[in-house]
């Protein structure tokens, strides 16, 4: 009698061979890890040694469910036969779940990934978790082999204390029966082929105890359970198909296919049975999570958008359900499927939901940045996903697969084709108890063509074409409030451009003179001008006073020059007088440097122009008398003045000139809009007055009244509001400028200023903020891993220090080791804001020990940029008192900038000096210093002159000290000096 033979290549056919991609084989394992009554399945590859673990926290097997399930082909578990295993267990402290798996060989999938593999799993039986763990070995390159039965290849299999995970030992024993396997079978392998496999065995070196360190939850501690493999290396093609994108618009494949895996992203839904995540250590920093709730679209961004649509297909293909245009409270909303025939369709009902943003950002409610943001992820992963009892069924969803034609539509009618998948983020809910017909075929390939999916598709196609014509089109049956808010959004877009582009240019005129004038200041020209001015004088008196003239013509001489010298003066400080322009709101930095202006205008004005002019006032004057010169006082007094009336009343003559040719503009286009609008609505009115009478020979058979006064109404009101709204809005500004005319009134130039300037500063804030807020969030999170891992490497140290005693030579290892853990140890106290808890009593803190801690810390930098960082006695003997998180990080960050403008700004030594001054600490370098234009935007948040630098040390900085009663300033340039930031005690 004959029977069948199964080839271990068998194995490769089903499995390897059958899956498309790596992102299918995982989706594969994701399913089977659903089917187990995982809450969780997540992924970490690390690219730089190819380690691929996958673990999950569902129930796991016990070693007999591994043996009889796992190591079995085409389980006939999943089918309910009578004569086969008994159904996989369940978890009873969940809802029962549909298996996604049927035909037992998803498991295969491994092979995909990489040829070799540990398996681990801890089985849940009756709500407990068991006592071992189960370890299998397996390298796929044995079922690859021709003329190999199946059942000649052993599978090492070991179990273990729950306790205890195998550790790099215990698997390589494992390993080694594998290859006594391969030994045996050799001898019908072909060499070349047998030593590969010789070769990845030898470098499978995999520790899970060790793994089990960083890798974090799901794990086996405690009561955990569930199902962990360790491939190893995996194919780096993974590297590709994550990578690799056709353009930065479009999602990659690995995307593609394992985006969205569960809904994360519609509110008020179905909390998913089971969350995946796919992290990818690129590096030693934080992975990037490619797939999970922050890869996906979050309920916050479905929230966020313009519209929203949420409802259910009844049995019948009728969709009712709710419909919120521009975020308003949802109206009902009712559409019937018209291939009906009033029988229930093969489909089965199903719920719906999408969330649609305007495209373009004058169109849009959505703040600028986030529109941007949300933009992105559309266009690499926007679409309608279906899922089916949780869980994606591919390959629906993302722009690539337009199973319903929605670009298709668009693109050949771009005026009525409304939706695009680049738009949209929505969900198909549908069950294997409501959908049965809706069947996926074997290849993860979509659902199979028959009745029920193609009136699926037929029902979906008709919403979106008809509710688009409904609400999103001119004249659609209740597109009114689509339409009328968008025209508003635009009309409000065109009024922010003009206003931003007027502003525009008159903030960077503002900026360029600004900028001019610091650098006139900085250049350090005017001192040096204004004293040459009152020496000329001074010159040209003396050489007047040795002419031949007369007295009296010396006498006019002189009153000569002192004009000409003051007018020099006064052309000076003209030169340098820049006014604000009014009714702009001004930008943080911008408003500082304006502020700077004025502090350093008025210091030239009062510390040299005004003591030039009393200087060349006081020559005259002492010339005059000592020369007895015939120069009346009343005469220099009556041409300084005059001069100064005569240009007061020019300025007023010049702007009421201006005003009444404004008023003049104003008035002329007021009487001639309302003169056009009442012609408008009259000549409106007269029309209809004419058809009034053309129907009045009409008889009442042929007379429909109704019809005729709504059309006539209707004529009239339009004209009306059209034209009554501009007057309105005329009034309206009119009425404004009166009452700012008022003594209580408001200027609304100035009004206009300050909200503006609101705006611009709550602009500036937006994104801070939430780079701040990650920036803390990500710090708390490395201060509670950096906390435990420090304790840990502590514990380790203090027991390996008797060892190092009693061994000279690992006694020199471990004071090199403890020396540099010290050393890294000590950057644990900046994160103290974060957990007081590690220093909960303030400290005395001493100059000396801030210096050692920065001269350690930057003392590679240091050399490599040829700066030398030095200590007064004064610093290194100051106390403060504090946490040293409060105060390290200020001189970290100052001395960090200071070290890169002394390297920068210098061929020779750059010196940083701490200082005691005046009971104040300082930090002083011989770098070029801060610009007077600086001064104050310096302490801004964002506001830096580093190439690369983010802007917030130094804010931070000075918000800290200050909130321990210090404050953090600049001291004015010195000629020739570096900056000097100095720490002072704030005056009670």
């Known amino acids: 009698m004959a029977k069948f033979h199964i080839r271990a290549r068998t194995i490769d056919l089903l499995g390897r061979q059958q899956i498309a991609n790596i992102s299918t084989a995982i989706s594969e394992l994701f399913k089977n890890a659903h089917d187990a009554y995982a809450k969780t399945a997540e992924v970490d590859y690390f690219r730089d040694d190819g380690l691929f673990v996958l673990r999950d926290d569902g129930l796991g097997m016990t070693r007999k469910d591994f043996e009889e399930r796992w190591l079995t082909l085409g389980t006939d578990s999943k089918v309910g036969s009578f004569s086969g295993l008994k159904r996989p267990p369940v978890d009873g402290e969940q809802d029962r779940r549909p298996l996604l798996g049927e035909k037992g060989i998803g498991r295969l999938a491994i092979a995909v990934i990489g040829r070799q593999v540990l398996v681990l799993t801890r089985a849940k039986v009756d709500g407990k978790a068991e006592e071992s763990i189960t370890a299998a070995y397996i390298h796929w390159g044995l079922f690859e082999l021709p003329g190999i039965d199946l059942d000649e290849i052993v599978i090492p299999l070991e179990t273990f204390k729950a306790d205890t995970l195998p550790n790099l030992q215990d698997v390589q024993q494992m390993v080694a029966k594998a290859r006594e396997n391969l030994e045996i079978l050799s001898s019908r392998i072909d060499e070349k082929v047998a030593n590969g496999i010789r070769q990845d065995m030898s470098s499978f070196k995999v520790d899970p105890r060790d793994a089990a360190t960083y890798l974090g939850q799901p794990g086996f501690e405690a009561d955990g359970t569930g199902t962990h493999f360790y491939i190893f290396p995996a194919d780096e093609i993974i590297q590709e198909d994550i990578d690799d994108r056709d353009e930065s618009t479009k999602a990659t494949r690995f995307e593609k296919n394992l985006i969205g895996f569960t809904n994360t992203m519609t509110p008020d839904f179905r909390k998913p049975k089971i969350v995946t995540r796919f992290r990818d250590h690129t590096d030693e920093g934080e992975p990037q999570e490619r797939v999970g709730e922050k890869a996906f679209f979050s309920p916050q961004e479905f929230n966020q958008v313009d519209h929203h649509i949420r409802g259910r297909f009844d049995e019948y293909g009728q969709f009712r359900g709710k419909v919120?245009?521009?975020?308003?409270?949802?109206?009902?909303?009712?559409?019937?499927?018209?291939?009906?025939?009033?029988?229930?369709?093969?489909?089965?009902?199903?719920?719906?939901?999408?969330?649609?943003?305007?495209?373009?950002?004058?169109?849009?409610?959505?703040?600028?940045?986030?529109?941007?943001?949300?933009?992105?992820?559309?266009?690499?992963?926007?679409?309608?996903?279906?899922?089916?009892?949780?869980?994606?069924?591919?390959?629906?969803?993302?722009?690539?697969?337009?199973?319903?034609?929605?670009?298709?539509?668009?693109?050949?009618?771009?005026?009525?084709?409304?939706?695009?998948?680049?738009?949209?983020?929505?969900?198909?809910?549908?069950?294997?108890?409501?959908?049965?017909?809706?069947?996926?075929?074997?290849?993860?390939?979509?659902?199979?063509?028959?009745?029920?999916?193609?009136?699926?598709?037929?029902?979906?196609?008709?919403?979106?074409?008809?509710?688009?014509?409904?609400?999103?089109?001119?004249?659609?049956?209740?597109?009114?409030?689509?339409?009328?808010?968008?025209?508003?959004?635009?009309?409000?877009?065109?009024?922010?451009?003009?206003?931003?582009?007027?502003?525009?240019?008159?903030?960077?005129?503002?900026?360029?003179?600004?900028e001019?004038?610091?650098?006139?200041?900085?250049?350090?020209?005017?001192?040096?001008?204004?004293?040459?001015?009152?020496?000329?004088?001074?010159?040209?008196?003396?050489?007047?006073?040795?002419?031949?003239?007369?007295?009296?013509?010396?006498?006019?001489?002189?009153?000569?020059?002192?004009?000409?010298?003051?007018?020099?003066?006064?052309?000076?400080?003209?030169?340098?007088?820049?006014?604000?322009?009014?009714?702009?709101?001004?930008?943080?930095?911008?408003?500082?440097?304006?502020?700077?202006?004025q502090t350093e205008i008025g210091r030239i004005t009062n510390d040299l122009v005004l003591p030039a002019e009393k200087a060349i006032e006081s020559i005259v004057t002492i010339t005059v008398t000592n020369n007895k010169l015939n120069l009346e006082p009343a005469l220099r007094l009556n041409a300084a003045v005059q001069k100064h009336t005569n240009e007061t009343l020019s300025t007023m003559k010049a702007l009421r000139t201006q005003t009444e040719e404004a008023l003049t503009d104003l008035t002329?286009?007021?009487?001639?809009?309302?003169?056009?609008?009442?012609?408008?609505?009259?000549?409106?009115?007269?029309?209809?007055?004419?058809?009034?009478?053309?129907?009045?020979?009409?008889?009442?058979?042929?007379?429909?009244?109704?019809?005729?006064?709504?059309?006539?109404?209707?004529?009239?009101?339009?004209?009306?509001?059209?034209?009554?709204?501009?007057?309105?809005?005329?009034?309206?500004?009119?009425?404004?400028?009166?009452?700012?005319?008022?003594?209580?009134?408001?200027?609304?130039?100035?009004?206009?200023?300050?909200?503006?300037?609101?705006?611009?500063?709550?602009?500036?804030?937006?994104?801070?903020?939430?780079?701040?807020?990650?920036?803390?969030?990500?710090?708390?999170?490395?201060?509670?891993?950096?906390?435990?891992?420090?304790?840990?490497?502590?514990?380790?140290?203090?027991?390996?220090?008797?060892?190092?005693?009693?061994?000279?030579?690992?006694?020199?290892?471990?004071?090199?080791?403890?020396?540099?853990?010290?050393?890294?140890?000590?950057?644990?106290?900046?994160?103290?804001?974060?957990?007081?808890?590690?220093?909960?009593?303030?400290?005395?803190?001493k100059g000396s020990d801030i210096f050692r801690f920065v001269s350690d810390l930057f003392e590679k930098r240091l050399k490599r940029h040829n700066v030398r960082l030095v200590a007064d006695e004064g610093f290194k003997t100051h106390t403060l008192h504090g946490f040293h998180a409060d105060f390290y990080p200020v001189f970290v960050n100052l001395i960090d900038n200071a070290i890169y403008w002394a390297s920068s700004a210098?061929?020779?030594?750059?010196?940083?000096?701490?200082?005691?001054?005046?009971?104040?600490?300082?930090?002083?370098?011989?770098?070029?210093?801060?610009?007077?234009?600086?001064?104050?935007?310096?302490?801004?948040?964002?506001?830096?002159?580093?190439?690369?630098?983010?802007?917030?040390?130094?804010?931070?900085?000075?918000?800290?000290?200050?909130?321990?009663?210090?404050?953090?300033?600049?001291?004015?340039?010195?000629?020739?000096?570096g900056a000097c930031f100095r720490i002072s005690k704030i005056a009670q």
């Open 668 to 845: 002329r286009t007021v009487r001639d809009t309302t003169k056009n609008s009442f012609r408008t609505v009259s000549k409106v009115v007269d029309e209809v007055l004419a058809e009034l009478e053309a129907v009045k020979g009409n008889k009442q058979a042929e007379f429909d009244f109704s019809k005729q006064r709504e059309a006539f109404e209707v004529l009239v009101s339009g004209a009306f509001e059209a034209e009554s709204e501009k007057l309105r809005k005329i009034y309206s500004q009119l009425e404004a400028i009166l009452a700012s005319t008022q003594s209580s009134g408001s200027d609304l130039v100035e009004v206009t200023e300050a909200l503006e300037e609101e705006v611009v500063a709550l602009r500036e804030r937006q994104e801070v903020d939430f780079e701040l807020a990650q920036i803390g969030m990500a710090l708390n999170t490395i201060n509670h891993e950096f906390g435990k891992t420090a304790g840990s490497l502590r514990d380790g140290l203090r027991r390996m220090k008797s060892w190092a005693h009693a061994n000279p030579e690992m006694k020199r290892l471990y004071d090199d080791m403890r020396v540099n853990f010290d050393h890294l140890d000590s950057y644990l106290a900046l994160f103290n804001p974060l957990d007081r808890k590690l220093q909960s009593v303030a400290v005395d803190i």
């Open 324 to 514: 919120g245009v521009y975020q308003t409270l949802p109206t009902e909303y009712i559409l019937n499927w018209q291939n009906t025939d009033n029988k229930q369709t093969s489909c089965g009902p199903f719920d719906f939901s999408i969330a649609v943003i305007q495209p373009m950002l004058a169109d849009s409610l959505v703040e600028p940045t986030e529109h941007a943001k949300i933009k992105r992820k559309l266009d690499r992963h926007g679409g309608v996903y279906i899922y089916k009892d949780g869980v994606r069924v591919q390959p629906y969803g993302g722009p690539d697969f337009d199973f319903l034609d929605v670009e298709r539509r668009r693109t050949l009618k771009a005026g009525t084709g409304y939706y695009s998948f680049r738009n949209i983020m929505g969900a198909v809910e549908l069950t294997s108890h409501d959908n049965p017909n809706l069947v996926e075929k074997a290849g993860r390939e979509g659902f199979r063509d028959d009745k029920a999916y193609r009136q699926f598709r037929s029902i979906l196609i008709n919403f979106f074409i008809q509710s688009a014509a409904d609400f999103f089109r001119d004249k659609g049956k209740y597109s009114e409030e689509w339409f009328d808010k968008r025209l508003e959004l635009q009309r409000l877009d065109e009024v922010r451009k003009r206003r931003e582009k007027q502003s525009k240019g008159k903030k960077d005129k503002f900026g360029e003179q600004l």
């Open 516 to 597: 001019v004038f610091f650098k006139v200041v900085d250049a350090g020209t005017l001192p040096k001008i204004i004293s040459d001015t009152v020496s000329k004088f001074e010159e040209n008196v003396r050489s007047e006073l040795e002419s031949k003239k007369t007295p009296q013509l010396k006498a006019l001489a002189i009153g000569r020059l002192e004009g000409e010298a003051k007018l020099r003066l006064d052309q000076l400080r003209k030169e340098h007088a820049i006014s604000k322009p009014r009714g702009v709101g001004l930008n943080t930095e911008l408003r500082n440097n304006w502020e700077a202006y």
């Open 906 to 977: 210098r061929k020779d030594l750059g010196i940083i000096e701490l200082i005691e001054n005046n009971g104040n600490l300082c930090v002083r370098d011989n770098g070029r210093g801060v610009s007077s234009i600086d001064v104050r935007n310096i302490f801004e948040l964002n506001f830096t002159r580093k190439p690369g630098g983010r802007g917030m040390g130094l804010h931070i900085s000075r918000q800290a000290l200050g909130r321990l009663g210090y404050e953090l300033n600049i001291d004015p340039q010195m000629p020739n000096g």
